[in-house]
């Protein structure tokens, strides 16, 4: 399968704001999750989809209420049983980013919530899906080395 874009866009509104009056970054990262999840759950059962780990999240500025969000997220790679997904997000007005982009790695389990292989192939057919598969699968082999 080819790396598939999903758009997930959000509204800012003030239950969303910290203390500072910005965005809480725990929100944030909840849309992030979110995102990334969704993209998953277009290809597997999401009751069998559980988020495993996010590789990285840097705010790069302070976003306001009222600020519309687009998370974009795509499988970038596979392993047996773990889906890496990802998410690149900007403010819909502008092509500014919120965050560096990331990654984040789910894992496809069975009812007792051991893992159990997905049977999801990803064939990234540009440079820059090759550049993300590269990237994923990077970060995959480390936590695995890490087990």
């Known amino acids: 399968m080819a790396l598939e874009k999903i758009k997930a866009c959000r509204l800012v509104k003030s239950e969303d704001l910290n203390h500072h009056g910005t965005l809480f970054a725990g929100r944030c990262a909840e849309w992030f999750v979110e995102s990334g999840f969704i993209a998953v759950a277009g ?3 999401p009751q069998f989809v559980v988020c495993l780990k996010i590789h990285g999240m840097e705010f790069l500025h302070p976003v306001r209420a009222g600020s519309v ?3 974009e997220s795509r499988i970038a790679a596979v392993r047996r049983s773990t ?3 990802y998410v690149r997000s900007y403010e819909s007005a502008t092509p500014e980013r919120i965050f560096s982009d990331g990654f984040i790695t789910f894992c496809y389990v069975d009812e007792n919530t051991h893992s159990r292989p997905h049977g999801l192939v990803v064939e990234p057919e540009s440079e820059e899906e090759i550049g993300l ?3 994923a699968a990077e970060l995959m082999a480390t936590r695995r080395q890490h087990e």
Do not use: C, E, Q
């Open 43 to 45: 290809k597997l059962d």
């Open 69 to 71: 969000l687009t998370f």
């Open 83 to 85: 889906i890496t997904v």
């Open 133 to 135: 598969n590269r990237r």
